[in-house]
């Protein structure tokens, strides 16, 4: 243990999902520092099971619960850091495995921490299959390795946090929080750095839509325009999507039938060939990487036709929803 590392508290949102138990677990073999409590968020409207919380172990006296009724992770981790009673609050989702150094690193990260420092990320790894070709969805779940400021393991100084008034809860999914509360932690002054600590990020199992029900993030992606401006991408280190093709593709989509209607065939059969080019060339974007099989490739091309109109309508959706949205106060 390093002498002069702060005391800080877990806070784990969770929906009641199995992995919480192997979360919990590992945090309880993580050896050097431990957390002085460990907060579990329970963030399930009707809870039908107890949560495992047995597996903390040796720290099984030292966790809580909480409840916030299905408000979302963001209300949930807000609920969470505003009990807690020490200088630093450390993030987890439930779905991470600290490894067993964990605590000890987390212990220099914080002691090393000057006046200034806000916040310190904790560097993710994510495993991958070894004997074949990640899918879709597992490259998407491997982009956290590169992810600034990600909560699945991130240390915020409990004053940053009530300085800009915590995490925005108009994210009510696990999608831009993070970099929204990053990029105002950053604007009342603070500093972010990337400590040494690690922490494994398996691929949770999804079905062959969850590419599908994860356009929903463009109507965030408005909010953080409203509220950020449009060079946020920029400064939470996010990588731009692919929003515009998408556009493109569906006006193409739209237009092919009006121009077929208004008896303009040469364009309805330039705007049919638009949008199959388009469509083509995003589907074999997602299947050459992956490991071609028979389902994957069923998966990526049915659902390379879905996401472009719906991408685009959820940007609308967010259009209209957020359009008179205004930055978050910090509360006393």
């Given at each position: 243990?390093?002498?002069?590392a702060?005391?800080?508290s877990?806070v ?6 199995a992995?919480?138990?192997?979360c919990?677990?590992a ?22 099971e ?14 809580r ?12 981790r ?17 779905d ?7 605590s000890?690193l987390?212990?220099e990260?914080?002691?090393?921490a000057?006046?200034?420092t806000g916040?310190i990320?904790g560097?993710?790894?994510?495993p991958?299959p070894?004997?074949r070709?990640?899918?879709?969805f597992?490259?998407g ?12 393991d ?8 009530a300085?800009?008034?915590g995490?925005?809860e ?14 105002r ?5 603070w ?6 600590r ?8 999804a ?5 599908v029900r ?16 449009r060079d946020?991408w ?10 515009p093709r ?14 077929a209607?208004?008896g303009?065939?040469r364009?309805?059969?330039a ?6 080019a ?20 069923a998966?990526?091309t049915?659902?390379?036709?879905l996401?472009?109109p719906?991408a ?17 106060r910090?509360?006393?």
């Amino acid at each position: 243990m390093t002498p002069t590392a702060p005391a800080y508290s877990v806070v784990v949102p969770t929906i009641g999902r199995a992995c919480l138990a192997e979360c919990l677990r590992a945090l309880a073999a993580s050896d050097g520092h431990p957390p002085e409590e460990v907060v579990v968020v329970d963030d399930r409207p009707e809870p039908t099971e107890p949560l495992p919380l047995t597996a903390a172990g040796v720290l099984r006296e030292r966790v809580r619960t909480l409840r916030t009724h299905g408000r979302g992770p963001a209300a949930a981790r807000n609920a969470g850091w505003r009990t807690v009673g020490t200088p630093w609050t450390v993030f987890l989702d439930d779905d991470v495995r600290v490894l067993p150094g964990w605590s000890r690193l987390l212990a220099e990260d914080l002691a090393r921490a000057s006046a200034d420092t806000g916040g310190i990320q904790g560097r993710l790894i994510v495993p991958l299959p070894a004997d074949r070709r990640p899918t879709d969805f597992e490259r998407g779940t491997a982009g956290l390795t590169q992810a600034a400021w990600a909560t699945a393991d991130m240390a915020y100084r409990t004053a940053a946090l009530a300085d800009v008034g915590g995490f925005d809860e108009r994210f009510r999914r696990a999608f831009r929080e993070d970099a929204d509360l990053a990029l105002r932690v950053l604007a009342a002054g603070w500093a972010l750095h990337r400590g040494r600590r690690t922490t494994s990020h398996p691929v949770r199992a999804a079905d062959r839509w969850v590419s599908v029900r994860a356009q929903r993030g463009n109507a965030d992606d408005v909010l953080m325009n409203r509220l950020h401006g449009r060079d946020w991408w920029h400064r939470a280190q996010a990588p731009r999507g692919r929003l515009p093709r998408h556009a493109l593709v569906t006006a193409a989509a739209l237009a092919a039938p009006l121009f077929a209607l208004a008896g303009r065939r040469r364009a309805a059969r330039a705007a049919c060939a638009l949008w199959a080019a388009g469509t083509t060339e995003f589907a074999l974007a997602r299947i050459v990487p992956g490991p071609c099989t028979a389902r994957e490739t069923a998966t990526m091309t049915a659902t390379s036709v879905l996401i472009p109109p719906l991408a685009v309508g959820h940007w609308l959706t967010g259009q209209i929803r957020y359009r008179r949205a205004a930055p978050l106060r910090s509360t006393p």
